[in-house]
């Protein structure tokens, strides 16, 4: 052997022993369900044939049975959909809902048009590590989805963030999980209200909530990340607007429809040790006086004061503001109550950047929960067309989708019914 | 090289298949596209690739020898983001790291004691080289594949295996500087 060769295999070894088996980031779980065996490529032509033939012979055998004149039967019918609505939505749900132990939660999606459960996503079973679903967030696609999970180091009992992208094939009888790009993220316990993650519009930023604080056994989210899907870069943003005495929460991040900024509702309260309500000034638990701020994401990271700008406050118009999502042109989707706590009013309207009332979108004067706010869930779809809205009624969940100021339900013959939908 | 636990000749690559390959080759795969992307992130990002895609296959796939198959699946997606550093050099996004950049791996103090001088001249050298002279290197000097094996990976012959290797170590000798 050369000395070139001796070189050559020495610097070789030492650069690839920098890779420890020990810090490598986990490989994706991809799930599958068992297939049918396939057909073999030239008898493939035998399947469809068989199905066709099987629906002429029962069409035939119907018609014979009941003649010309009698009248079907309609067929179970769901409303036909508009063009470009989101065909999926996802809901977090498995045996815990019920009583099982932590950590057996899956990622369910299910059409928007019959509530069928097209594919479910089992948490990644990685040794020494629980993980489980935070969060899900739809890709402009319609059809795949970014989960966030807690990971949990069952050896050294501490958290951290993993974040995947779900993706299914065939129907959903195929569905697999990969790692977005990158490290994973600090975690510090479960989130309250679970935080909130969203991808933007051109499905290359991911921005989801963060704690960077536990505070009377409870993580409240006070920080947003950004992570570029593409090259794995991320920007936070946290600090710099604390209040004595009082907590920063954020529940709720949504992109506008450019791309440039976020709109995020931060909350001041006094949290009720080792509970998930947070009091406000007059004590009364929920998230009643929030600011909807915008933050402009090219400010690359930071404090949250510096790269963000006060949108909307409470005020006589707006005494409660539940939700906000941003619009194209600057204005803002507001989800409102307003009234007694007992019979409170939720309006979903659209407000101009300049703070001019543009139209009421949807009215409901059924709101339950006394009035308490943090039901609402206002989520558009990937393209921004369609509103779903979730929130407590008097009689339970409600969930639908804003159709000409009505609401238009989701299919909800399945057993995850009344779980929140976290993405569509 | 022995394959291990994966299966011979003609096996099919189904996903348990896929998953057991991945356990027992992980480290060794993300360790030969580290060092041919040269940055840790990107090399498991390229694995983790392979193995999402592999996993995507319509039907499960039948082939002659699956680690050489996986390995040259990580030389493809290796050739696709250099192919990118490529273009975005070209447009003046220069992709700063290299093999020799303590910020492209976890444990920097620790990878200063493992790299030293000598070290960085070869592994630039070694980056200075066209992308097929490379891949055989490392290939022949890291992982210790055979001529025939090379050949198998890289879907050329094992004659030009061994003229590559050849031109390749010559090179390399020239520009360390050596005289053979």
New interface residues.
């Given amino acids: 052997m050369?000395?070139?060769?001796e070189?050559?295999?020495?610097?070789?070894?030492?650069?690839?022993?920098?890779?420890?088996?020990d810090?490598?980031?986990p490989?994706?779980a991809?799930e599958?369900r068992p297939r049918r065996p396939?057909l073999r490529r030239h008898m493939g032509w035998l399947g469809p044939a068989a199905a066709a033939i099987s629906v002429l012979l029962i069409v035939a055998l119907a018609l014979t049975l009941t003649g010309p004149s009698h009248k079907p039967t309609p067929p179970v019918s769901y409303p036909a959909l508009p063009a470009g609505f989101p065909k999926y939505f996802a809901q977090i749900a498995g045996p815990s809902q019920i009583a099982g132990p932590p950590g057996q939660l899956d990622v369910v999606i299910r059409s928007t048009s019959t509530g069928a459960e097209v594919t479910r996503a089992a948490a990644p079973d990685v040794p020494d590590w629980r993980l489980t679903p935070l969060n899900v967030a739809t890709a402009p696609d319609s059809r795949s989805f970014y989960i966030e999970y807690r990971a949990v180091d069952l050896q050294k009992n501490t958290s951290q963030i993993w974040i995947y992208l779900l993706?299914f094939?065939?129907g959903g009888s195929?569905n697999?999980l990969?790692?977005i790009?990158?490290?994973p993220f600090p975690g510090s316990g479960l989130l309250v209200n679970g935080g909130s993650m969203a991808v933007s519009p051109d499905g290359r930023k991911l921005a989801f909530t963060e704690t960077t604080q536990r505070l009377n056994g409870r993580s409240w989210p006070d920080a947003i990340t950004v992570v570029d899907l593409r090259t794995?870069a991320r920007s936070t943003w946290q600090g710099g607007m604390s209040r004595p005495g009082q907590t920063l929460t954020i529940p709720a991040i949504s992109w506008t429809p450019d791309g440039r900024s976020l709109v995020f509702r931060a909350v001041w309260c006094r949290p009720i040790p080792n509970s998930d309500v947070c009091l406000d000034q007059s004590g009364q638990p929920g998230y009643r006086a929030p600011e909807i701020r915008s933050l402009d994401v090219g400010t690359r990271g930071g404090t949250l004061d510096h790269g963000s700008t006060l949108r909307l406050s409470p005020s006589a118009r707006y005494p409660v503001i539940a939700d906000a999502i941003a619009g194209p042109g600057g204005e803002l989707t507001l989800a409102v109550l307003s009234g007694p706590a007992d019979a409170a009013t939720l309006t979903v309207e659209r407000v101009g950047a300049a703070g001019k009332r543009l139209g009421v979108l949807y009215r409901s004067r059924a709101y339950g929960t006394e009035g308490r706010p943090d039901s609402v869930t206002l989520t558009p779809s990937a393209t921004g067309t369609y509103m779903l809205i979730a929130y407590n009624g008097p009689n339970g969940p409600v969930t639908g989708w804003i159709d000409h100021g009505k609401l238009r339900f989701l299919p909800n013959k399945h057993p995850e019914r009344g779980l929140l939908i976290t993405g569509w | 090289m022995s394959d291990g636990r994966i299966p011979s000749a003609g096996a099919s690559l189904d996903?348990a298949a896929i998953a057991a390959l991945?356990r027992d080759h992980?480290?060794e795969l993300?360790?030969l596209a580290?060092?041919m992307v040269g940055d840790?992130?990107t090399?498991?990002?390229v694995?983790?690739?392979v193995?999402?895609s592999l996993?995507?296959g319509?039907?499960a796939r039948s082939v002659e020898a699956p680690l050489p198959y996986v390995r040259a699946a990580v030389l493809n997606g290796c050739r696709s983001i250099l192919r990118r550093r490529t273009i975005a050099h070209r447009v003046g996004l220069a992709h700063r790291a290299s093999?020799n950049d303590e910020t492209t791996?976890?444990?920097s103090a620790?990878?200063e004691v493992?790299?030293?001088e000598?070290?960085?001249q070869?592994?630039s050298a070694?980056a200075r080289l066209p992308r097929r002279r490379r891949e055989v290197?490392?290939l022949r000097?890291?992982i210790g594949l055979s001529e025939a094996e090379i050949a198998a990976v890289l879907g050329i012959s094992a004659g030009t295996v061994k003229s590559t290797a050849a031109r390749a170590?010559a090179a390399?000798?020239r520009d360390?500087g050596?005289t053979?």
């Fill in positions: 050369t000395s070139t060769e070189r050559l295999r020495d610097a070789l070894g030492a650069a690839a022993a920098r890779v420890r088996d810090r490598l980031r490989l994706p991809p599958t396939a993706t094939t065939h195929s697999y990969e790692w790009k990158g490290d794995g | 996903s991945f992980h480290a993300v360790r580290l060092l840790l992130a090399a498991e990002d694995v983790q690739d193995y999402a996993h995507r319509s039907r093999l791996v976890r444990g620790e990878s493992i790299l030293s000598d070290r960085r070869v592994l070694l290197l490392v000097y890291y170590l390399l000798a360390l050596e053979s």
